[in-house]
């Protein structure tokens, strides 16, 4: 159990357009979903913690406007990169949760290129 | 100061080796304590949990926290190729969230 489906795996997107990815719990509701960030050879970092019908919570230095996160149910939260750029090129990976404290179930990731 | 500092390696080590992997933490309110495993380009899987000082075992895993030395450990007994990836410890507090702070990852390779 506890599967969170990730896609599109990879994609790569021009300067100037939006990229959105979608993160799916497809096992069990979860309550929070959470966003990262990985660069190469670095650790996953936090950009935003999203809760089904609620605004998601941006970590300092996320610009909000440029990664919109919208939880529209218990079971999909979905990232859109607007007005991508070379240097929001990177993994972008979910998990998702409904033990709020450990237990989280991390997507497969979705690498994205923009050129 | 990193709030959680983990040596990057790379490790290397032969088929069957025991490996130990650690992590130290410098926020005392942290309550659980978990290891993912990464494989390359692929997303984080859980290998454990706990919260609370001690050991804890799983087939070839062992994880052990000392929360008197902000120090947590991950080690793998007769480790196999198939071990080879990056593993990464978190942390999190009961009251941000469920927010995890993860390590820098340290990348494992187990020679055959």
């Known amino acids: 159990g506890a599967v969170v489906s990730q896609h599109p795996s990879r994609v790569i997107c021009k300067s100037g357009t939006s990229v959105k990815i979608e993160c799916r719990s497809l096992?069990?509701?979860?309550?929070?979903m959470f966003w990262y960030r990985q660069f190469p050879k670095q650790s996953l970092m936090l950009m935003a913690t999203?809760?089904?019908?609620?605004?998601?919570?941006?970590e300092q230095g996320v610009e909000k406007d440029k990664f919109l996160i919208n939880h529209a149910s218990l079971t999909l939260s979905t990232l859109t990169v607007t007005s991508a750029h070379p240097e929001d090129s990177s993994f972008y990976i979910c998990?998702?949760?409904?033990?709020?404290?450990?237990?989280?179930?991390f997507g497969s990731g979705t690498r994205l290129t923009v050129v | 100061q990193k709030e959680v500092e983990q040596d990057p390696g790379p490790l290397s080590v032969p088929e069957g080796a025991i490996v130990s992997l650690n992590c130290t933490y410098s926020?005392?309110?942290?309550?659980?304590f978990m290891w993912y495993r990464q494989y390359s380009r692929k997303g984080p899987e859980l290998l454990m949990y706990?919260?609370?000082?001690g050991n804890k075992e799983d087939g070839r895993f062992t994880a052990q926290v000392d929360k008197s030395s902000k120090y947590i450990s991950l080690f793998i007994r007769d480790s196999q190729p198939s071990d080879s990836a990056t593993y990464l410890c978190?942390?999190?507090?009961?009251?941000?969230?469920?927010?995890?702070?993860f390590g820098q990852g340290t990348e494992l390779s187990v020679k055959p």
């Open positions: 998990s998702a949760t409904k033990e709020t404290f450990y237990g989280y179930t």
């Open positions: 096992d069990f509701q979860a309550t929070t």
């Open positions: 999203s809760n089904e019908g609620s605004k998601a919570t941006y």
């Open positions: 926020n005392s309110a942290f309550q659980y």
């Open positions: 706990t919260y609370s000082s």
């Open positions: 978190a942390m999190s507090v009961k009251n941000q969230g469920g927010k995890l702070i």
